[in-house]
């Protein structure tokens, strides 16, 4: 056989050893191109965006279990502004933030009605007084820690988060229970001190 050719051949086996894996997962990239979409957008976690996915799923859980509030505390629906009132921030993240704002206030309400030690302090600490007090439940607690850490997982990585329209409606349905969850501590804590003033 001629050298040439040999060398060429040989050139050209190596080129295919080299590219062959590349070709084939091109290949099964197109072919299942659907299954891999779909499964992209069943993922829970996925740190290529940040923490998008996550807290997507995390706050969907918190919004269905803060639904239970209402119903497994006899909170009912309050008057007032809601937390997706009087606003139209541009970003999903500054709703959010109007929300849980509302929240905080709300919950100084509370603490201030409720003659607590921590009014003016942060929400966590009003959380715990109010639990301790008998004022909230385990449920409403747990819920409203947990999206705390959420929100400060997302707003401590704010440049890197991306927020989808349906998480941030949730968190701010989320917020909207808890707050109404306040706002009933907050007559139970008024009904306390009348009937504790009645001799």
Do not use: C
Not at 49 to 78: D, H
Not at 87 to 97: F, H, K, Y
Not at 169 to 183: G, P, Q
């Amino acid at each position: 056989m001629d050298p040439l050719l040999k060398e060429s051949l040989d050139l050209a086996l190596e080129y295919l050893r080299v590219l062959a894996w590349p070709v084939v997962v091109i290949v099964a990239v197109v072919m299942f191109r659907s299954s891999i979409r779909a499964l992209f957008t069943r993922m829970t976690k996925a740190s290529g965006f940040g923490a998008s996915a996550e807290f997507a799923a995390e706050v969907r859980s918190l919004a269905e279990e803060s639904k239970q509030i209402r119903e497994g505390e006899g909170v009912g629906e309050v008057g007032g502004t809601s937390a997706t009132q009087d606003r139209e921030p541009a970003t999903n993240l500054g709703r959010m933030l109007i929300a849980w704002a509302k929240l905080e206030a709300a919950a100084e309400e509370v603490a201030e009605r409720a003659k607590l030690r921590s009014q003016g302090g942060p929400i966590s600490q009003i959380a715990i007084e109010l639990r301790e007090d008998g004022l909230i439940g385990a449920q409403t607690f747990h819920i409203l820690m947990s999206l705390r850490a959420l929100r400060n997982d997302v707003v401590h990585r704010a440049d890197q988060a991306q927020v989808l329209d349906v998480a941030a409606e949730d968190f701010i349905s989320t917020v909207e229970n808890l707050e109404s969850a306040f706002r009933a501590a907050g007559r139970a804590a008024d009904e306390r001190y009348r009937n504790a003033s009645v001799p």
